[in-house]
């Protein structure tokens, strides 16, 4: 069970901060060999963070030795009530530039609380001191990451730094999500109007739709899933893609399968049609966007494929 702070001894706080100031140091660590391969320039600012967090454990471990000998008791940030519960770092890659930079604002302000109320609770007059300069070096620590920033991640560098982050946002989201939604557009295509045309029932072509979508999204997501772990090809999670290439599937088949809810099947059918030249410009967009793909040719490559496999279902479906 979690202790009240208050409640913790002069001895306590100390080892206490100990732990906090391995952890951080730690974190800071993951942080830049989680960043050092795409963004060199900012993982080295969190390596000099992590410098001075070491440097502060070696302060307290000192100053606790030199009062409470030399067994520091194991005082984790979980067993005192008042912290702010951290995912761990290991369980949210890739890491994000600006989440991880947001993470560290967050440590260094709760860390400086801590040694503000700390010194306030301690008699000793050494330790309190100690305690207020860790406090006043946690406030500064802001400034020291805006320095650290301005020395390593010049203008340039960001421009780089960006570069790489949309890059691993449009291999690990984009392109699944991309494949998931044209697969969906497209391929339900046919089967949708077939049944339309084929038993003139918007009932009968709204189930096909949804059988097909949902079917087809199922497919995608363990196809995609399965593909590849994206160890060497840096694309991410296969859970991750798997489910943004499934709902993009689902999502491109439902699209012009909706319509179908109407019961006048002439209506729904003209509904339908407009849908799916929507979503086949929604896709060139996409690939304008992010596959720097010139729109013209993004929107023949789509409109032609998908205005064969239309034309096929309705062939199929007026046989």
């Known amino acids: 069970m979690a202790k009240n702070f208050k409640d913790l001894s002069e001895q306590e706080i100390l080892a206490l901060a100990i732990s906090l100031e391995e952890t951080d140091a730690r974190i800071y660590a993951d942080f830049a060999a989680g960043l050092k391969a ?26 606790y030795c030199r009062r409470f000998g030399e067994h520091i008791p194991l005082i984790r940030r979980e067993d005192v009530k008042g912290f702010v519960h951290r995912k761990p770092v290991w369980l949210t890659r890739p890491l994000g530039l600006k989440a991880v930079r947001r993470q560290a604002e967050i ?8 040694y503000e109320r700390a010194a306030n609770k301690v008699s000793d007059v050494s330790t309190r001191k100690l305690l207020g300069d860790l406090a006043e070096a946690e406030r500064k620590h802001v400034t020291l990451a805006e320095n ?10 960001e421009v780089q730094e960006e570069k790489a982050h949309r890059r691993l946002f449009v291999l690990q989201i984009v392109q699944p999500g991309l494949a998931g939604l044209m697969d969906g557009s497209v391929s339900t295509l046919a089967p949708v109007f077939a049944a339309a045309f084929a038993t003139h ?8 739709g949804l059988a097909a979508s949902v079917g087809a999204g199922i497919s995608m997501a363990f196809a995609e899933a399965a593909s590849d772990d994206g160890s060497l090809t840096g694309r991410g999670k296969p859970l991750l893609r798997g489910i943004v ?14 319509p179908y809810v109407i019961p006048e099947f002439r209506t729904a059918t003209a509904i339908a049609v407009v849908v799916v030249a929507i979503e086949l410009l929604v896709i ?28 096929v279902g309705i062939w199929i479906g007026s046989s």
């Not at 440590?107 to 801590?114: G, L, Q």
């Not at 029932?201 to 096909?208: T, Y």
């Not at 040719?297 to 409109?303: D, E, G, L, P, S």
Request: aromatic share 10%; proline share 3%; with cysteine.
């Open 38 to 63: 795409h963004y060199p320039a900012t993982a080295q600012v969190f390596e000099e963070m992590e410098d001075e967090e070491d440097e502060h454990r070696r302060k307290l471990i000192e100053e």
């Open 148 to 157: 650290l920033q301005h020395q390593y991640v010049t203008p340039e560098v």
């Open 201 to 208: 029932s918007s009932h009968a072509a709204l189930l096909v």
């Open 245 to 258: 290439c499934g709902l993009m599937t689902t999502a491109g088949g439902i699209g012009h399968t909706l």
């Open 107 to 114: 440590m260094e302000t709760e860390t400086r609380r801590f």
């Open 284 to 311: 060139s967009w996409i690939r304008k966007r992010y596959m720097d793909t010139p729109f013209l040719r993004a929107a023949f490559q789509v409109i032609v494929g998908g205005v064969l496999v239309f034309l």
